[in-house]
């Protein structure tokens, strides 16, 4: 009994976790199998159309040859003008120990050619075949390898695609006779063009993964032929690790060439090693050289329609939005120029922190300039967008601060949307100030309120969950708060940083996001490195005076103009500074209202 409630148990927490899995992951469930089914189909269509009987190839006989096996015929044929021979079912078209004849050839050709005559234990084994493949697609798109979080569907969507285009090609390749050699197919197999698509749109891990899936796939579309699996194998790899570096788009036309020298390298070491001519097969290597060439070039064509479909942040996409002569930046500069100096200098500490831990430099360095776009529509509300002395806060509760401050970032993620960012670039938008307390406001409002709920002074996004939103976060906290600090020697900027970074470790604001000890040592040190250069030290300029001292040298007026001079300005400048003084008042109290009225 107890045996079986163990069993029953077991049954019953696997079917959980199953059902668990289908209701987290139906997208990709349901992507793989209509990927599978349509798999199928074309294998259905090889093998049906292909010479095979009874899993034995018509190419392995011939008359007069002592057969090795009994074929019968499991339905009747009748006979036709071009294979004028009858077929009857039962029949023993060849038998074992015997000979075969010329009527038998004649007939097992017919049987070959005839469509009623599928071999379908090859196509059983292909249809185990690519469940095991479906199996080996769930593994490399788990957790395991993309810890972070699941690869989006966007990007399988995308690999099932090309994965369908290089399965058909192969299997429709094989059927001209100009490619019926293995080496010849390779020319039709377009492995690198995709690979190369897939290294750039969506990183060279999804890469690797993709290449190793298709090269499977090739085996088994080109008959189990080696050297069709070992080169789009081998080419694949090489794709990927091409355009790993790549920063401009003309740079794929080098690429392109690198391409179609190592495509005709690798078929010239395979036919080296399975003995085969270098000479007779000179057709399959120009094939291989202009599939490599054109590859590249094919993918620089595609690159941009596809880049503006997925809308993924890939290489050429993140450098198009590092250009701050964008209608943004530009807008950003204009209106809140305190933010935009922020922004750039955020940038500069996030891309050396990146640099230093392997991390992506570039989507940070973007994710910086964009991560404070909320702040657009109330620049003033922001400390750096502030003139000395003025602080639009001490006027209006902190509750209501609270409100403005936090909301820069939903602003901020719907201006991202708006403008069509990238997903990734969204995420560090929302998550670069993850759920902590605005301690300023909480302060104030404690001050007033000693039962104040921190909950109502925090902010309302979730902590980071990539490197990158961890190390723009981290570069933001540290930027803002070192231009508070006075005498920004080295040794003091250490021991701030330090504690600013140990301070988001203590309210729990970087576990979601795979840094570790050592990587937030290096992300210190590049911080300290670049703002110490920042905040350096110059020498006093000869007979250099204080500006606000009544030493400084001014243009000398004549004495009648002096006075009149001086009388008009102080007159000018008090009604403009009441002038300012109501206007500033007024226009105050109507965006708190305005605010208010939002909140409600």
Do not use: W
Not at 88 to 104: C, N
Not at 252 to 268: D, E, G, H, K, W
Not at 508 to 529: G, M, P, S
């Amino acid at each position: 009994m107890k045996k079986d409630e163990n069993t029953q148990t077991f049954f019953s927490v696997l079917t959980g976790a199953f059902s668990k899995y289908l209701k987290k992951n139906y997208p990709m469930v349901v992507l793989t199998l209509v990927t599978f089914l349509i798999t199928v189909a074309l294998v259905f269509v090889k093998i049906s159309t292909s010479s095979t009987v009874s899993s034995f190839n018509i190419n392995d006989y011939e008359i007069g040859q002592i057969s090795d096996v009994t074929i019968k015929a499991v339905k009747s044929l009748p006979s036709d003008y071009e294979n004028p021979v009858e077929v009857l079912a039962g029949e023993k078209v060849i038998r074992k120990g015997f000979p075969i004849t010329e009527e038998g050839y004649a007939k097992l050709k017919k049987m070959s050619e005839s469509a009623v005559y599928v071999d379908y234990r090859a196509f059983a084994n292909s249809v185990i075949y690519h469940i095991l493949m479906c199996a080996l697609f769930f593994v490399c798109c788990s957790k395991i390898y993309f810890k972070a979080k699941m690869i989006e569907f966007k990007e399988l969507v995308t690999e099932c695609c090309f994965y369908i285009i290089i399965f058909s090609s192969v299997i429709f390749g094989s059927k001209s006779i100009y490619f019926a050699s293995p080496y010849a197919i390779c020319a039709v197999i377009p492995s690198s063009v995709c690979v190369f698509l897939v290294a750039i749109l969506f990183g060279q891990l999804n890469a690797v993964f993709f290449s190793l899936i298709i090269s499977l796939s090739v085996l088994n579309a080109s008959s189990y032929q080696i050297v069709p699996f070992l080169f789009v194998l081998s080419t694949s790899f090489a794709s990927a690790r091409l355009v790993r570096k790549i920063n401009r788009r003309t740079d794929m036309v080098l690429v392109s060439v690198l391409q179609s020298l190592l495509n005709v390298v690798f078929l010239m070491i395979f036919k080296i090693i399975f003995s085969d001519s270098l000479y007779d097969g000179l057709g399959a290597i120009v094939g291989v050289a202009l599939n490599g060439f054109f590859s590249g070039i094919l993918c620089l064509g595609l690159l941009t329609p596809l880049e503006l479909l997925l809308n993924s942040a890939s290489l050429f996409r993140l450098m198009d939005l590092s250009d701050l002569n964008n209608p943004t930046m530009k807008k950003m500069l204009v209106t809140a120029s305190g933010t935009y100096n922020h922004s750039l200098m955020v940038a500069s500490l996030a891309e050396a922190a990146c640099n230093e831990v392997g991390a992506n430099p570039l989507l940070a360095r973007v994710g910086a300039y964009y991560h404070d776009i909320g702040k657009l529509d109330n620049p003033e509300y922001f400390v750096e967008n502030q003139t000395a002395g003025e602080n639009i806060h001490t006027e209006i509760n902190p509750s209501l601060s609270v409100s403005i401050i936090r909301s820069h970032v939903k602003r901020g993620v719907e201006k991202a949307r708006a403008l069509r960012l990238p997903k990734h670039i969204i995420d560090i938008i929302s998550e670069h100030h993850g759920n902590q307390v605005i301690a300023y406001f909480y302060n104030e409002a404690k001050a007033i309120d000693p039962d104040a709920n921190p909950e109502d002074y925090s902010y309302t996004g979730n902590p980071p969950t990539t490197r990158e939103s961890a190390i723009v976060m981290l570069a933001d906290t540290v930027e803002a708060a070192c231009r508070s600090l006075e005498k920004p020697s080295v040794p003091r900027l250490e021991k701030f940083i330090t504690t600013l970074i140990y301070g988001k470790i203590e309210h729990k604001q970087l576990e979601n996001c795979n840094l570790t000890f050592r990587d937030i040592t290096k992300i210190h040190d590049a911080f300290v490195q670049i703002l110490a250069g920042y905040y350096h030290s110059r020498t006093k300029y000869p007979d250099q005076k204080d500006p606000d001292t009544n030493e400084v040298h001014q243009i000398p007026l004549p004495p009648q103009t002096q006075v009149q001079h001086q009388g008009n300005s102080d007159s000018a400048e008090k009604d403009k500074s009441v002038k300012e003084e109501k206007n500033s008042k007024k226009s105050l109290k109507d965006k708190a209202e305005k605010i208010i009225k939002e909140k409600k």
